[in-house]
């Protein structure tokens, strides 16, 4: 079974580009979490979608951040303007809510630059 | 809220035992899980305690104290390969979201 699909794998953009992530989830999955992850930073949390809505968004750093999940097979974080400060990798993951452990499984990941 | 307290370093030869520890504060606990990540990589799932007690897999092993707020990994016969870092993570009642702790890096040196 194919895993979670990200793409790009590497992002490396100018300060004040539009920058949009994307993200296939497991098949049968009904929830998909956007992570970041830096050093300073940790593994955080941006957003967590349940059968394509958005139930948890309080992790998105400001307005420049947006995410949608147009269906059950396909997800998109958009970072405009970018900045400096978001050089980050960023995760997604997908999950069977419901199930006992609801194990997140992770994508390899878009590791972002930005000049 | 919630937060997550583990060592940042760990270090062991082969062949060893090693534990991880994590302690945490929240508002409301469902589970602790643990994922392995190695360098320029993803993070995997490794092991869930809801209960109290350990859980076995293989090498490895989760124990989790409710009453305490604090769990811990084993890893037995350490490998070279299992030079990585390690999250403790708390899910949250209701969601299914998932705290991490800011991880713990296991050098395994021969």
């Known amino acids: 079974d194919a895993g979670v699909i990200q793409s790009p794998r590497h992002e490396v953009t100018e300060m004040g580009q539009e920058v949009t992530l994307r993200c296939k989830p497991i098949?049968?999955?009904?929830?998909l979490f956007w992570y970041r992850q830096t050093m300073m930073r940790g593994l955080e949390l941006l957003i967590y979608f349940n059968n394509n809505v958005p139930i948890d968004d309080s992790g998105m750093p400001e307005d420049r951040f947006s995410a949608k999940m147009p269906n059950a097979s396909f997800s998109t974080l958009k970072i405009q303007p970018s900045e400096p400060r978001d050089s980050a990798v960023y995760f997604c993951a997908s999950s069977l809510k419901g199930v006992r452990t609801d194990t997140q499984y992770f994508g390899p990941g878009t590791r972002l630059t930005v000049l | 809220g919630q937060s997550l307290e583990q060592p940042s370093e760990v270090t062991a030869v082969e062949g060893a035992i090693v534990q991880i520890n994590c302690t945490y504060q929240?508002?409301?606990?469902?589970?602790l899980s643990w994922y392995q990540q190695h360098d320029g990589g993803a993070p995997t799932f490794l092991s869930y305690n809801a209960l109290d007690g350990l859980e076995e897999t293989g090498r490895f092993s989760s124990f989790l104290s409710r009453s305490d707020s604090y769990g811990y990994l084993l890893l037995q016969e350490l490998q070279m390969k299992d030079s990585a870092s390690y999250f403790c993570a708390v899910r949250d009642l209701g969601y299914s979201t998932l705290t991490f702790g800011k991880g713990t890096m296991l050098l395994v040196s021969p």
């Open positions: 098949s049968g999955h009904n929830s």
């Open positions: 929240t508002s409301g606990f469902y589970g």
